[in-house]
């Protein structure tokens, strides 16, 4: 019976490394072994470095002047009416857009929102042309039709940025939440996206015959309940993770046809949509998410806009500390967009992996407390 007591096998392996220790050679061809490790590691950030160069990252984009003038010149963006896409509408404007169509279903608000946008325009002297268009994003012949209208349009040129930000949250229990409930965010959350993607993507490709190449915008807009679960979202964080699978998929496709797809991960903004969820968050919920602090409208629309413009738009689109902690974390298979982006993943996700316990550990307890005072006051 061989005895396989702990204390009996390390006993062992210690012996077995002394052996072993002695027959290691302290040099490797007339190298000291501290310094061919040295060696190794820097062939393997070399090597990195050049495949990264070399094969993965996108190659496009000197961004010359004529290339961003030529992506600012139609842009669609959905939920344009409100909060995040007015805000990117308005910062799409800054930036000497020519043409903006917002797309969301109450006519009323979309009116109010060109009006402020006219306004912004004149006041701050810009040249940008706003036009609206009501459609629910979640149906799809409705979105069709939409777009066929936008783009087959003589006077409009067909969109180069398509930002899709049209969406809505709700938050409740589990077992609170309305059946209907997943069927309502899935359909506008995820499904609208799809559509509108699907919609407008025909006419921003390269047409056959015409030799231009300019490349051409998409962006996604999640959430960080779509990077992580959160209390209370059960229908809401599925619907955003869903775009995350959605996003990767598209970008494999398109990217040889110089449309870059990027995804975007609002932490808690204060807008319309967010005052009005507010209204019934339970607890737990509202805790857990002001962690990453309240962001502003304007805030998360000018890193939207800002990073589409950019050389190598990232992939990920994230918002202060903890979105850039959770971006890094989450990145799995997503593509990389820098040599210090891959750099930051292959060597610091075990040290974020670690902080993001500290975090969890903070949400358990919020979540236990929580708990214990509801306990406590339905007993009462
Ligand atoms: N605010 C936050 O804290 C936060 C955090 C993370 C992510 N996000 C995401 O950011 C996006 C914008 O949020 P927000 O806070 O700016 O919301 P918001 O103020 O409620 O604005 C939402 C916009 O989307 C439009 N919309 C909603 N459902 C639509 C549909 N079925 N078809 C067409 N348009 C529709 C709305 O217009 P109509 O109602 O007239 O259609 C409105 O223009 C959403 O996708 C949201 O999930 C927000
Ligand atoms: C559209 O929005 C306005 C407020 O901006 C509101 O009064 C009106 O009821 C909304 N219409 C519909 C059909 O929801
Ligand atoms: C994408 O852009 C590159 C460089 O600008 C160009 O050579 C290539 O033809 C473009 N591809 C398409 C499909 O337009
Ligand atoms: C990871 O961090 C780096 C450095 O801040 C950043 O450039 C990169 O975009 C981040 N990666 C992701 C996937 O967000």
């Known amino acids: 019976m061989p005895n396989i007591s702990l204390k009996n096998l390390l006993a062992r392996t210690a012996v077995e490394e002394s052996v072993s220790m002695e027959c290691v050679p302290k040099t490797f061809a007339g190298l000291p072994l501290y310094g061919l490790i040295l060696v190794v590691i820097g062939v393997i950030i070399l090597l990195t470095v050049l495949i990264l160069e070399l094969v993965l990252l996108p190659k496009r984009r000197k961004l010359s002047k004529e290339i961003k003038k030529n992506l600012l010149t139609h842009a669609v963006v959905t939920g344009g009416s409100s909060g995040i896409g007015l805000a990117v509408a308005k910062e799409l404007v800054k930036n000497d857009c020519k043409y903006i169509t ?24 810009k040249k940008s042309i706003i036009q609206v268009y009501s459609v629910d994003v979640g149906v799809v012949d409705k979105v ?3 777009a ?20 809505t949250s709700s938050s409740a229990a589990f077992v609170s939440t309305d059946f209907q409930e997943f069927e309502r965010l899935m359909n506008i959350n995820y499904l609208g996206t799809a559509y509108v993607t699907r919609a407008f993507l025909p006419y921003m490709m390269k047409k056959e015959g015409t030799d ?20 209370g979202y059960t229908a809401y964080s599925a619907s955003k993770y869903a775009l995350k699978g959605f996003a990767e998929a598209l970008q494999m496709e398109v990217g040889r046809e110089n449309i870059t797809v990027q995804l975007s991960f609002p932490p808690d903004t ?6 009005e969820e507010n209204k019934d968050k339970p607890e737990e919920t509202r805790l857990i998410s002001e962690t990453s602090g309240l962001f502003s409208a304007e805030q998360v629309a000018s890193k939207m806009v800002k990073s589409a413009l950019q050389k190598r738009p990232p992939f990920n689109v994230y918002f202060g500390l903890e979105g850039w902690m959770l971006a890094n974390l989450t990145a799995g298979m997503s593509p990389v967009h820098s040599i210090l982006d891959a750099i930051v993943q292959i060597f610091f996700k075990g040290l974020l992996r670690f902080i993001s316990l500290f975090y969890l550990f903070d949400f358990r307890n919020i979540v236990h407390k929580v708990g214990k005072k509801r306990r406590a006051e339905k007993s009462e």
């Open 102 to 125: 917002l797309i969301a279903r109450n006519e009323s608000k979309l009116n109010k929102a060109k009006e402020e946008l006219d306004a912004y325009v004149t006041t701050n002297d």
């Open 144 to 146: 069709t039709k939409a």
């Open 148 to 167: 066929e209208d936008i783009c087959t349009s003589s006077d409009v040129p067909c969109p180069t940025m398509l930002f899709n930000v049209a969406g």
């Open 212 to 231: 231009e190449n300019h490349p051409r915008s998409i962006m996604f807009t999640s959430s960080q309940a779509g990077q992580l679960g959160v209390f």
């Open 270 to 275: 204060d807008t319309p949509g967010f005052e």
